[in-house]
């Protein structure tokens, strides 16, 4: 007697997988434990364990494939399965983090003013039936709005639909404008093409880019801020702090500033809850560092940061970047960012304005620095041209939690702060 092997709820909100290997053949005997699919997420790469002892009959599945939650992979025939008792004890690891993203990496849990989890079947049956998926009541596995309940949706009619904007927190007003999935010509016709399947973290990045974009009314202040002096600074201690496994970036010291522009602007380390008409101000300091990758941008999170020394998060963030890049990561080591930053100097990049990491409400771009004429006065009335290491940055922020007169505010404290090295060894323990 065979027993099929369906997809498990990998948790975190996650309703579909992408197969990045099949790494077992039909008539393979496998043991409880032993690995038969590696599937990645819009969070993370998994390894996934076999629950049976036995054989396998059948395989459904092939590298390349999507597929949902409760979707059958293969089949299995003769061996015993797991007891009860051991399968509730088996967990599925997170291995390299794929799609955490960027600007991930971390990402919100999925509200109903969010993207709705529903296969591209259902999707195209509800456009079919012009039945808002934001409005239907999913029974699939982990929230899954299926075809069933969409067809039971559109019996309602339009009674149905002005019960459901009637219940409470799902206003008219309170639910985002879902954008019409308009039909795209056959390029085709003009010349040859390639079609690359929109997958992994690209397709991740998009999604928490889109929500952020709609939900967000984003303002941008810029400035330069002057770094000769700390770059002097970092010179003179980072054969130091190599010896000891970190990297003194400047990535670095604009941690320790962030984290001290935070704790004397508290709404910046912030998010708004809408539901509620209440603005959440964190009193942790945990800062995402956007991580370029081979696979888009990652975004792990460095915690504490203001309880840490300049040593310390040398140390913590060159470890943590190399950990991203190698995809080793946890999706745990992901979450719970209160601000982000994002340094394009690595590439040579200068001013620019990113996008806020929702449901954060700020996010600081920092750009390369470089040597520019600057003029300084020598002494009243007497001017000067000099050369100075000077770094472009962008804030970007929440016009609904902050206004621009904050933005400068922090912006000055800021600036302050890495001019002057003496000024941030005064906020390191």
């Given at each position: 007697?065979?027993?099929?092997?369906?997809?498990?709820?990998?948790?975190?909100?996650?309703?579909?997988?992408?197969?990045?290997?099949?790494?077992?053949?039909?008539?393979?005997?496998?043991?409880?434990?032993?690995?038969?699919?590696?599937?990645?997420?819009?969070?993370?790469?998994?390894?996934?364990?076999?629950?049976?002892?036995?054989?396998?009959?059948?395989?459904?599945?092939?590298?390349?494939?999507?597929?949902n939650v409760g979707d059958v992979m293969m089949t299995f025939s003769g061996g015993e399965e797991a007891k009860e008792g051991e399968e509730k004890k088996r967990t599925i690891e997170p291995i390299p983090p794929a799609e955490a993203?960027?600007?991930?990496?971390?990402?919100?849990?999925?509200?109903?003013?969010?993207?709705?989890?529903?296969?591209?079947?259902?999707?195209?049956?509800?456009?079919?039936?012009?039945?808002?998926?934001?409005?239907?009541?999913?029974?699939?596995?982990?929230?899954?709005?299926?075809?069933?309940?969409?067809?039971?949706?559109?019996?309602?009619?339009?009674?149905?639909?002005?019960?459901?904007?009637?219940?409470?927190?799902?206003?008219?007003?309170?639910?985002?404008?879902?954008?019409?999935?308009?039909?795209?010509?056959?390029?085709?016709?003009?010349?040859?093409?390639?079609?690359?399947?929109?997958?992994?973290?690209?397709?991740?990045?998009?999604?928490?880019?889109?929500?952020?974009?709609?939900?967000?009314?984003?303002?941008?202040?810029?400035?330069?801020?002057?770094?000769?002096?700390?770059?002097?600074?970092?010179?003179?201690?980072?054969?130091?702090?190599?010896?000891?496994?970190?990297?003194?970036?400047?990535?670095?010291?604009?941690?320790?500033?962030?984290?001290?522009?935070?704790?004397?602007?508290?709404?910046?380390?912030?998010?708004?809850?809408?539901?509620?008409?209440?603005?959440?101000?964190?009193?942790?300091?945990?800062?995402?560092?956007?991580?370029?990758?081979?696979?888009?941008?990652?975004?792990?999170?460095?915690?504490?940061?203001?309880?840490?020394?300049?040593?310390?998060?040398?140390?913590?963030?060159?470890?943590?970047?190399?950990?991203?890049?190698?995809?080793?990561?946890?999706?745990?080591?992901?979450?719970?960012?209160?601000?982000?930053?994002?340094?394009?100097?690595?590439?040579?990049?200068?001013?620019?304005?990113?996008?806020?990491?929702?449901?954060?409400?700020?996010?600081?771009?920092?750009?390369?620095?470089?040597?520019?004429?600057?003029?300084?006065?020598?002494?009243?009335?007497?001017?000067?041209?000099?050369?100075?290491?000077?770094?472009?940055?962008?804030?970007?922020?929440?016009?609904?939690?902050?206004?621009?007169?904050?933005?400068?505010?922090?912006?000055?404290?800021?600036?302050?702060?890495?001019?002057?090295?003496?000024?941030?060894?005064?906020?390191?323990?």
């Amino acid at each position: 007697m065979s027993r099929s092997f369906k997809l498990p709820d990998l948790g975190e909100g996650i309703h579909e997988g992408e197969v990045l290997s099949v790494p077992v053949s039909v008539g393979q005997a496998v043991k409880e434990g032993d690995i038969i699919l590696e599937v990645e997420t819009d969070k993370a790469a998994v390894e996934i364990p076999s629950p049976y002892t036995g054989s396998v009959h059948e395989i459904f599945v092939k590298p390349g494939d999507v597929v949902n939650v409760g979707d059958v992979m293969m089949t299995f025939s003769g061996g015993e399965e797991a007891k009860e008792g051991e399968e509730k004890k088996r967990t599925i690891e997170p291995i390299p983090p794929a799609e955490a993203i960027t600007a991930a990496t971390q990402f919100p849990a999925e509200t109903k003013t969010g993207p709705v989890p529903a296969s591209p079947a259902t999707r195209r049956l509800a456009r079919e039936l012009e039945v808002d998926l934001q409005l239907v009541t999913p029974t699939g596995p982990a929230g899954l709005v299926t075809a069933e309940d969409v067809r039971a949706f559109s019996a309602q009619g339009a009674a149905g639909t002005k019960d459901r904007l009637a219940a409470p927190g799902l206003s008219v007003e309170a639910r985002p404008a879902v954008a019409a999935e308009t039909e795209l010509p056959d390029f085709a016709k003009w010349g040859s093409v390639e079609r690359v399947p929109f997958r992994s973290i690209r397709r991740a990045t998009a999604k928490q880019m889109s929500l952020a974009w709609s939900q967000i009314p984003h303002v941008n202040s810029q400035d330069v801020v002057d770094v000769t002096k700390l770059e002097a600074f970092r010179q003179r201690h980072k054969a130091e702090i190599e010896g000891i496994g970190g990297k003194l970036t400047l990535t670095v010291f604009a941690l320790k500033a962030i984290a001290t522009a935070l704790k004397t602007y508290p709404n910046f380390n912030a998010t708004l809850d809408t539901n509620n008409s209440e603005i959440i101000l964190k009193h942790y300091y945990n800062i995402g560092v956007a991580v370029n990758t081979d696979s888009g941008l990652i975004v792990p999170v460095v915690r504490d940061v203001d309880r840490k020394s300049i040593k310390e998060l040398a140390v913590e963030l060159n470890d943590l970047v190399q950990r991203t890049r190698a995809r080793k990561t946890t999706v745990a080591e992901m979450q719970g960012g209160t601000f982000t930053i994002t340094n394009a100097g690595a590439m040579g990049g200068g001013f620019f304005a990113p996008i806020i990491n929702y449901p954060e409400v700020a996010i600081l771009g920092v750009g390369q620095a470089r040597m520019q004429p600057v003029v300084r006065e020598k002494e009243k009335g007497n001017f000067v041209m000099v050369p100075r290491l000077m770094m472009p940055v962008a804030l970007c922020i929440d016009h609904r939690v902050l206004d621009g007169a904050d933005a400068i505010r922090f912006l000055s404290i800021l600036t302050d702060t890495l001019e002057d090295p003496d000024e941030l060894l005064i906020s390191m323990v």
